[in-house]
């Protein structure tokens, strides 16, 4: 499998449960982010990681906790989330290096609805 | 803060026509900016990206351009067809300070190339 992948592509989910969202990526990259896209918003930057080290919390709500235990891989867990956080979530990866981040590619997104 | 504005919002041309989707960004202090294609309900494809240093990319029917002093940048399309239609998302990776590393999207341009 090639590129950036994510699981699962659908998930529906009562403000109670608890869920986890999970992010691959087969490029050999060292920095892996978890975006936000909501309808008639712009994608939102939630989380980056750099070589496993969270470098980038933004105000995000402690309902949602992101875990990246290596480089190639990062979830996103879910728990008693409410209606408006329902929205797209895309994961993407990049290298990072001396002259900043590089190019970003994003896997195909978790259609999350929650009811 | 960084903001990136795209405009216009929405854009419906006929086959075969050259087009220009633009980009302005209010903070200099870049890493480089990308530009993105977004079918609907799917993720993110990468289309060009530009580091702080160049003034310009291409691939296949796409020119992007970056003027980093005005704040802008812009998507030439050359001899539109109907599978270009799609969301085009312009991203903005910044320099300095509280927002270094971070990426910053425009709402996008819908972009409608009809047969």
């Known amino acids: 499998e090639t590129g950036v992948t994510q699981t699962p592509r659908h998930l529906v989910m009562g403000m109670t449960n608890k869920k986890s969202l999970k992010c691959e990526q087969h490029?050999?990259?060292?920095?892996m982010y978890w975006y936000k896209q909501s309808a008639k918003k712009p994608l939102e930057l939630m989380f980056v990681y750099n070589f496993k080290e969270q470098t980038e919390n933004n105000s995000v709500p402690s309902r949602f906790s992101p875990e990246c235990p290596n480089s190639s891989h990062l979830f996103l867990h879910l728990h008693t989330l409410q209606p408006e956080d329902s929205a797209l979530y895309l994961c993407?990866?990049?290298?990072?290096?001396?002259?900043?981040?590089?190019?970003?590619?994003f896997g195909p997104g978790t259609r999350l609805t929650v009811t | 803060k960084q903001e990136v504005t795209q405009i216009p919002a929405a854009l419906s041309v006929p086959e075969g026509e050259n087009l220009v989707l633009n980009c302005s960004f209010t903070?200099?202090?870049?890493?480089?900016l990308q530009w993105f294609r977004q079918d609907p309900g799917k993720g993110l494809t990468s289309l060009l990206l530009i580091q702080s240093s160049q003034r310009e990319q291409t691939s296949g029917r796409l020119n992007a351009s970056l003027d980093k002093s005005s704040g802008r940048s812009t998507l030439y399309i050359a001899a539109s067809q109907p599978g270009d239609s799609a969301t085009y998302l312009c991203?903005?990776?910044?320099?300095?300070?509280?927002?270094?590393?971070?990426?910053?999207f425009g709402d996008g341009t819908t972009l409608t190339v009809k047969p």
């Open positions: 903070d200099s202090a870049i890493y480089n």
């Open positions: 991203a903005v990776t910044s320099r300095y300070n509280t927002n270094a590393g971070k990426s910053t």
């Open positions: 993407a990866s990049s290298s990072q290096g001396g002259r900043g981040p590089y190019e970003q590619y």
């Open positions: 490029l050999g990259h060292n920095a």
